[in-house]
């Protein structure tokens, strides 16, 4: 908005082309999530208190978690609100990474907020079957699908997928790359919602992979940059920097409020809006393979679950005393705070792994 508003005026007054900056757009984009998110915060989670909408505790979880049973959830429209009405305010709209990187946000922080709502609201244990969740997200992946068919945003790398740590490689999918985008959406949305089981721990994370994000997006984004590493350059996928500041800024001001002790949780409406929307950045980037390295702690706690479900099924025994994987080390002693801790460094070795692929690969 204030981009659309402001950039014609450079033309008479020189100080507004300041505001056709990505950098400067994006610093502000991270100070207005942040500004937001600390004036809402208070009055969403008095909103969320006097709704009743209190976290309800599985009592096959950790004991330590029964204390945390009526904390208010669904704090995820805070950081919707925090990443979103930034975006809009300080991005170029007329940009269609903008535009389908918003909806991917909406859409999973949608179909989250409807479970969350009839969980802790309508008091329906369930909410919405995992089967309906899955048709959400399939169905998110389609359309995402269909819309970089009929309206191509990379050019010769419409099919496309980079190849981590090698230079100039790429994976061609073809007519499978539909399906291969359902694949990534559906896992990237699922594996920040197994995550967010501790106090900070899958925001903080989050914070973690948007400035990862961002730094991509800036990169990819620019001629001169992507030319000198040797991968694809994608016009316009710059403006995703800002996004994925905003989403930064967001993620910070809800920490403040979601460590431990947590005052609010960010429920599936948080977590299905944060997974989906990195798996839709990492498509639009095309680095869906290096998502994998940034998500490296979503990623060690989604197999933990497949691996504990498998070897249950197959032999009768678990291998973790717990899954997720944080579950484990919690019943082995370790303390909440140093669980989170541990996972956060955990985190920028991996986004810090995904960094070196541009330069390596």
């Known amino acids: 908005m204030l981009y659309d508003l402001l950039v014609p005026l450079a033309d008479e007054h020189t100080f507004f082309n300041v505001f056709r900056y990505i950098t400067f757009r994006g610093a502000y984009a991270t100070v207005t999530a942040l500004f937001l998110s600390f004036v809402l915060g208070p009055w969403v989670i ?33 950081i919707i609100l925090a990443t979103v009405i930034p975006t809009l305010l300080w991005a170029d709209l007329s940009e269609p990474f903008i535009q389908i990187v918003l909806v991917a946000t909406l859409w999973m922080g949608g179909l989250g907020f409807l479970d969350d709502y009839l969980k802790v609201v309508k008091r329906q244990s369930k909410g919405l079957i995992a089967a309906q969740k899955i048709i959400g997200q399939v169905l998110f992946g389609v359309l995402l699908g269909a819309w970089l068919y009929v309206q191509p945003l990379h050019g010769e790398y419409t099919n496309l997928t980079s190849v981590p740590f090698f230079k100039n490689r790429y994976v061609d999918f073809g007519w499978l790359y539909v399906p291969f985008i359902i694949v990534v959406v559906t896992a990237s949305t699922n594996a920040v919602n197994l995550t967010d089981g501790l106090d900070g721990l899958a925001i903080g994370l989050a914070a973690i992979a948007a400035a990862a994000f961002g730094a991509f997006a800036y990169i990819i984004g620019r001629a001169d940059w992507s030319q000198y590493l040797q991968i694809p350059y994608l016009a316009g996928s710059g403006e995703l920097t800002i996004y994925c500041l905003a989403l930064l800024g967001a993620a910070l001001g809800f920490l403040w409020f979601n460590a431990h002790p947590a005052q609010v949780f960010m429920g599936d409406t948080g977590s299905l809006a944060l997974g989906g929307a990195f798996g839709t950045l990492a498509i639009l980037l095309k680095m869906e393979f290096a998502l994998v390295l940034v998500f490296g702690v979503f990623v060690l706690e989604t197999l933990s679950v497949i691996l504990q479900v498998a070897s249950f099924k197959l ?44 330069k390596l690969r």
């Open 46 to 78: 008095r909103k969320l208190t006097t709704l009743g909408a209190g976290q309800m505790i599985r009592r096959e979880g950790p004991e330590a978690h029964y204390s945390k049973a009526g904390t208010p959830t669904m704090g995820g429209v805070l």
């Open 315 to 358: 032999r009768g025994k678990r291998i973790f005393k717990m899954s997720p994987l944080h579950h484990h080390f919690e019943l082995s002693g370790w303390e909440e705070e140093k669980i989170v801790m541990r996972f956060y460094i955990l985190g920028i070795l991996f986004a810090l792994l995904a960094a070196s692929t541009l």
